[in-house]
């Protein structure tokens, strides 16, 4: 069915918006190493305590996905985004005045349950108002997270250095949730009616949607779930630790570019580039197809992993393996929401892929033991041995065990006594 024979409103505008939001919110964890150096300057919290923030951040913003993405399935996207935007407006003002770990660990818990509730229910509106061009759709959503922070690296670098961390959280916080929850008002989830056919699509897709209960009994979720772990937590050891690695390989102020530190530049090639890898790849696999695709782009992520701990200790090597990584990595967040919405169904989608993404939470807890790994070593090649190692185990998964069950899956579906399954 063309798309302009759709009755009611403009999918794209919807598209639009939610990218927005996502954009509002990308800062709080890729923004997040820009905020380790100088809490640990102004307070003397080891590197090691600071990150455990972030990795609380990270579990609270995947692990009540679940009942959030319910929630959006249940009642609509309005709400639950707009409570998003005011949790995570909430969190940034708190981590603004913490004055112990424990008020950041709880700053980063408020902020981590609000960004999850944002960042569920946009990728939930994408998958659902695109089942033609899913790959696609859900690839611009999570660009919006994955690239948006590339907008604040030089405003939120310039206001700590001005008037110091603590500004740079409270009023980023009171502007980002702010937009967020005005842009929830407008939101809406799509009827049957107001979105085209997936017939013509080139890959497989059920026909039949599951519920959260019947697919967590599916040896395809748990597979799938096995593979977000492992790739997810490679990218978070990268996304955390990229000052602290500039730092350490010391070419972190080395100006290279237009005036700009080797730092500065890194993180704003790696926030575009981990923001393209989404719709790119995400676009690819519509057309050849998910696993197909998740072995491409993870296996090119596993020799990037080995060449920035191998050949990464030069300004422009750092910035061009840096960014690399980030181009093979973002998009497990357009590839695993695709995936799940094919083989499971439309209907319950936000509360599906929700559960999925909870595997970015158990994920976050490598974070540390990146740090502990490098301590011990005293270099950070071995953590970058590991994380290549990650990825080739995924492309192996992806071709060899996801790809056969979802196959057989969705076949059987044509068969009246596998909707009883």
């Given at each position: 069915m063309?798309t302009?024979?759709?009755?009611?409103?403009?999918?794209?505008?919807?598209l639009?918006?939610?990218?927005?939001?996502?954009?509002?919110?990308?800062?709080?964890?890729?923004?997040?190493?820009?905020?380790?150096?100088?809490?640990?300057?102004?307070?003397?919290?080891?590197?090691a305590?600071?990150?455990?923030?972030?990795?609380?951040?990270?579990?609270?913003?995947?692990?009540?996905?679940?009942?959030?993405?319910?929630?959006?399935?249940?009642?609509?996207?309005?709400?639950?985004?707009?409570?998003?935007?005011?949790?995570?407006?909430?969190?940034?003002?708190?981590?603004?005045?913490?004055?112990?770990?424990?008020?950041?660990?709880?700053?980063?818990?408020?902020?981590?349950?609000?960004?999850?509730?944002?960042?569920?229910?946009?990728?939930?509106?994408a998958?659902?108002?695109?089942?033609?061009?899913?790959?696609?759709?859900?690839?611009?959503?999570?660009?919006?997270?994955g690239?948006?922070?590339?907008?604040?690296?030089?405003?939120?670098?310039?206001?700590?250095?001005?008037?110091?961390?603590?500004?740079?959280?409270?009023?980023?916080?009171?502007v980002?949730?702010?937009?967020?929850?005005?842009?929830?008002?407008?939101?809406?989830?799509?009827?049957?009616?107001?979105?085209?056919?997936?017939?013509?699509v080139?890959?497989?897709?059920?026909?039949?949607?599951?519920?959260?209960?019947?697919?967590?009994?599916?040896?395809?979720?748990?597979?799938?779930?096995?593979?977000?772990?492992?790739?997810?937590?490679?990218?978070?050891?990268?996304?955390?630790?990229?000052?602290?690695?500039?730092?350490?390989?010391?070419?972190?102020?080395?100006?290279?570019?237009?005036?700009?530190?080797?730092?500065?530049?890194?993180?704003?090639?790696?926030?575009?580039?981990?923001?393209?890898?989404?719709?790119l790849?995400?676009?690819?696999?519509?057309?050849?197809?998910?696993?197909?695709?998740?072995?491409?782009?993870?296996?090119?992520?596993?020799?990037?992993?080995?060449?920035?701990?191998?050949?990464?200790?030069s300004?422009?090597?750092?910035?061009?393996?840096?960014?690399?990584?980030?181009?093979?990595?973002?998009?497990?967040?357009?590839?695993?929401?695709?995936?799940?919405t094919?083989?499971?169904?439309?209907?319950?989608?936000?509360?599906?892929?929700?559960?999925?993404?909870?595997?970015?939470?158990?994920s976050?807890?490598?974070?540390?033991?990146?740090?502990?790994?490098?301590?011990?070593?005293?270099?950070?090649?071995?953590?970058?041995?590991?994380?290549?190692?990650?990825?080739?185990?995924?492309?192996?998964?992806?071709?060899?065990?996801?790809?056969?069950?979802?196959?057989?899956?969705?076949?059987?579906?044509?068969?009246?006594?596998?909707?009883?399954?």
């Amino acid at each position: 069915m063309p798309t302009t024979a759709l009755r009611g409103p403009n999918r794209w505008w919807q598209l639009t918006m939610v990218i927005l939001c996502m954009v509002m919110i990308a800062n709080l964890q890729y923004g997040w190493t820009l905020f380790v150096p100088p809490m640990n300057q102004a307070h003397g919290w080891s590197v090691a305590d600071i990150q455990i923030a972030f990795s609380v951040f990270i579990a609270l913003e995947t692990w009540l996905t679940p009942v959030e993405g319910w929630l959006a399935d249940k009642i609509g996207p309005k709400v639950v985004v707009a409570a998003g935007g005011i949790l995570v407006a909430i969190g940034w003002v708190i981590n603004a005045w913490a004055d112990s770990l424990t008020i950041l660990y709880v700053g980063a818990a408020v902020s981590g349950v609000g960004a999850g509730a944002v960042y569920a229910t946009s990728v939930g509106s994408a998958v659902k108002w695109f089942p033609d061009r899913r790959g696609l759709a859900v690839g611009l959503t999570a660009a919006g997270y994955g690239a948006g922070a590339a907008l604040t690296v030089i405003p939120i670098r310039m206001v700590i250095a001005a008037s110091g961390y603590q500004a740079a959280f409270f009023w980023f916080g009171l502007v980002q949730g702010a937009i967020v929850f005005i842009l929830a008002w407008f939101l809406l989830s799509p009827t049957p009616a107001q979105v085209p056919s997936a017939k013509a699509v080139k890959v497989i897709q059920s026909a039949q949607s599951y519920s959260p209960t019947q697919i967590l009994v599916t040896p395809v979720f748990w597979i799938l779930y096995v593979m977000f772990v492992l790739v997810s937590a490679s990218g978070l050891m990268a996304t955390a630790q990229v000052a602290l690695i500039a730092k350490d390989y010391h070419v972190a102020d080395t100006i290279i570019f237009l005036g700009g530190s080797t730092l500065t530049v890194a993180l704003i090639v790696d926030n575009v580039a981990n923001g393209a890898a989404r719709p790119l790849f995400g676009w690819i696999s519509d057309q050849i197809g998910r696993e197909n695709t998740m072995a491409i782009a993870f296996g090119l992520g596993g020799i990037s992993y080995w060449l920035l701990g191998a050949a990464g200790s030069s300004p422009w090597a750092f910035v061009l393996f840096a960014g690399l990584i980030f181009l093979t990595w973002g998009e497990i967040f357009s590839l695993f929401p695709s995936t799940c919405t094919d083989t499971f169904g439309p209907k319950f989608a936000t509360a599906n892929l929700s559960l999925l993404y909870t595997a970015k939470g158990a994920s976050a807890f490598f974070v540390p033991l990146a740090n502990v790994v490098k301590g011990s070593t005293g270099s950070w090649q071995m953590v970058f041995v590991v994380t290549a190692i990650m990825n080739f185990a995924v492309v192996v998964l992806a071709l060899f065990v996801l790809k056969p069950l979802r196959s057989k899956r969705i076949a059987s579906l044509a068969h009246p006594a596998a909707a009883a399954e």
